[in-house]
């Protein structure tokens, strides 16, 4: 079984970018959630896909944005980079049987 | 509005003794609640869960006690080892089995041999 995996690791960009983050799901889960974690906080919800559909928003502007392919990997797009995009972007899989989301490693995004 | 908190930022036990992790919700729209585990350089590791039903769940050293009441729960682990140092986070949902999670802001936990 095959856990959750983010790519790229770490990636600078600069103010007014725009940048793709991609994660993989684990084998068997169709629900991917995608946190922003900035220095010293804990991980804020952007929000979450389920079967390819947007599936609920936390509190992040329309410039962050997504998708969910047929087998189930997804991509976080952010566009017009600001510095305080700065963060660490967590996706989390989970599947409708299992409650708990588990979480890849994390790409660190640095807005210069 | 923070509706999760852990109001300490740190923590040091000594090995081998009890360590008491606390955390305090605000939403009472919260059903189910988590811990989770983070090593620097690694995504959040699940550690144990409570529904909102009990008010005791028990997983080898780690155990979740709920007061709804409260709106607090706390996380034991005993005895502490020394790769428990890491930071811990409370996570909390509403709509049981919806994996939207509301995190706190943490607690640095460091086990001293």
């Known amino acids: 079984e095959t856990g959750v995996t983010q790519s790229p690791t770490h990636l600078i960009k600069t103010r007014g970018q725009q940048v793709t983050l991609r994660c993989s799901s684990q084998?068997?889960?169709?629900?991917v959630s995608w946190y922003q974690q900035a220095l010293g906080q804990g991980p804020q919800f952007i929000f979450q896909?389920?079967?390819?559909?947007?599936?609920g928003r936390g509190n992040f502007p329309p410039r962050f944005s997504g998708l969910q392919f047929p087998n189930y990997s997804s991509e976080l797009n952010v566009n017009a980079l600001e510095l305080d995009d700065s963060a660490l972007y967590l996706c989390?899989?989970?599947?409708?049987?299992?409650?708990?989301?588990?979480f890849g490693q994390g790409t660190r995004l640095t807005v210069v | 509005d923070q509706q999760v908190k852990q109001n300490s930022p740190s923590l040091s036990v000594q090995e081998g003794r009890i360590s008491i992790l606390n955390c305090d919700y605000t939403?009472?729209?919260?059903?189910?609640f988590l811990w989770y585990k983070k090593y620097p350089a690694e995504g959040p590791t699940f550690l144990i869960s409570?529904?909102?039903?009990?008010d005791k769940n028990e997983d080898g050293r780690f155990t979740v006690f709920l007061n709804k009441s409260a709106k607090h729960l706390s996380l034991h682990i005993v005895p502490s080892q020394p790769g428990d140092s890491a930071v811990y986070f409370c996570?909390?949902?509403?709509?049981?089995?919806?994996?939207?999670?509301?995190f706190g802001t943490g607690t640095r936990l460091t086990i001293i041999p």
């Open positions: 989390a899989s989970s599947s409708t049987m299992n409650t708990e989301a588990f």
């Open positions: 084998s068997g889960h169709n629900t």
């Open positions: 896909y389920y079967r390819e559909e947007e599936n």
């Open positions: 939403n009472s729209m919260f059903d189910y």
């Open positions: 409570i529904s909102s039903i009990k």
């Open positions: 996570a909390a949902s509403a709509n049981f089995g919806n994996e939207k999670l509301t």
